[in-house]
């Protein structure tokens, strides 16, 4: 059983890392801000939730588990709102600023 | 593979450090340095001090950032109306690098020099944590064995939002901070400002209330708080009081306040001055902490929000 769930847990991060690596290489090689922020947020919303799906298998109990998915829900919620408002930022430049 | 961990970590809070030095464009400088800070706070879990990673976490790099930003937003807007950015000269450049390198060295021999094994009062801590009623000894040395120290720190923050005030100009003397807020608009943030805030204040309650045992505490849950604020007025569904308003100031100064009677009620009631009565020291480091963390919330909010630039005077009743 142990083994399952530390199989399960380096494949899910393992995975987890292939997105984040795939954001970085975005972040780096696309050519303007929107597209650079379509690559960051696919990073951060399904690299980390792979991430915390792979620990909560080691979190040893229920709510250790769901307090990383807590995490993980805040996170999506608060990069979706702050890829928006930089989206917007860069859309529509010197808006009354 | 720890230490692997380790030295990437060191090499890169480094690289991030001199980074945000050469770094000439002011929002940049203040990005690296919100990332340096979020590098330093994961060294501090790595040395198993988590209260003060949660602080430089919620300090170090999420208010200060936001002070910074606001401070370079500031300086962007004066030298485009102003004269053109002058570089300091080669003296002035040279004496603020020379006393920085002092100050940095000075730290460095410091901590090196420290005798082997360093000076620890770590046992008498933990022996004596049973009088205080609680269990994480951080929290007992910041609001029992040294709580002048803290209690001198929140006379600090009230200093400080004196000081911001002290900016404002005649004219909008106890008016609102900032600029008028925009109509919100329907959006992510708006979303974000009627979702979080539940979130968060039952998140900065918990902070609070497990600084008792476990890490955590005023501080950092009155960030927490204060970030929600900010969050709310951000968006625009509420405004800044004003801060001539008797309730606010009344809010900022209740944990110092607070703080004081129970340090002066320890002079009469126990021995000494913030001595607390053994049975009931925990009840009152609670109550202290309580009020504390609303104190610390309402400062550093206004701290975030500026000096009074407008709406002054209310309205007078029959107008």
Redesign the interface.
């Known amino acids: 059983m142990s083994a399952l769930a530390d199989a399960f847990t380096v494949v899910a991060i393992a995975l987890g890392v292939v997105f984040f690596l795939a954001g970085s290489v975005g972040l780096l090689r696309f050519p303007d801000a929107l597209t650079r922020l379509h690559a960051l947020t696919k990073a951060d919303n399904l690299g980390l939730g792979l991430v915390v799906l792979g620990l909560a298998a080691q979190a040893g109990s229920v709510l250790g588990a769901l307090k990383l998915l807590a995490v993980w829900v805040l996170v999506l919620v608060a990069g979706a709102t702050v890829a928006r408002l930089i989206a917007r930022a860069a859309h529509e430049p010197e808006r009354g600023a | 593979m720890a230490f692997a961990f380790d030295l990437a970590l060191v090499l890169l809070t480094v690289a991030v450090a001199a980074w945000t030095i050469a770094l000439r464009d002011g929002f940049a400088a203040v990005v690296a340095f919100v990332v340096y800070g979020a590098l330093l706070a994961l060294a501090w879990v790595r040395l198993g001090a988590i209260d003060v990673a949660l602080t430089e976490a919620a300090i170090g790099a999420g208010l200060t950032g936001a002070l910074l930003i606001g401070a370079a937003a500031a300086v962007r807007r004066a030298t485009r109306t102003a004269l053109p950015e002058q570089r300091p000269d080669l003296g002035t450049r040279t004496l603020a690098a020379v006393l920085c390198a002092a100050v940095a060295g000075s730290i460095a021999a410091g901590v090196l020099l420290l005798p082997e094994p360093a000076p620890s009062l770590a046992a008498d801590a933990a022996r004596h944590l049973d009088a205080t009623g609680l269990g994480n000894p951080v929290t007992a040395v910041l609001i029992a064995y040294r709580a002048t120290d803290t209690l001198l720190e929140k006379v600090v923050l009230v200093l400080a939002i004196a000081g911001v005030w002290s900016f404002a100009p005649d004219g909008v003397w106890g008016g609102r901070p900032g600029p008028a807020p925009a109509a919100s608009q329907p ?3 708006l ?2 400002a009627r ?2 805030p539940p ?1 968060g204040v039952v998140v900065g309650a918990y902070v609070l209330w497990a600084g008792a045992d476990h890490p955590g505490g005023a501080f950092q849950g009155g960030t927490i708080l204060a970030a929600m604020v900010l969050l709310v007025v951000m968006a625009g569904l509420a405004d800044v009081p004003r801060i001539g308003s008797r309730a606010l100031r009344a809010m900022v100064l209740a944990g110092p306040m607070v703080f004081l009677a129970v340090g002066f009620a320890g002079v009469v009631i126990a021995d000494a001055f913030l001595a607390y009565p053994v049975p009931y020291a925990k009840p009152i480091i609670l109550a202290i902490e309580i009020v504390l963390t609303l104190s610390i919330a309402a400062t550093l909010a206004l701290l975030l929000a500026g000096p009074p630039e407008r709406d002054a005077a209310p309205a007078r009743p029959g107008q």
């Open positions: 959006g992510a943030l979303l974000l979702v979080l979130v």
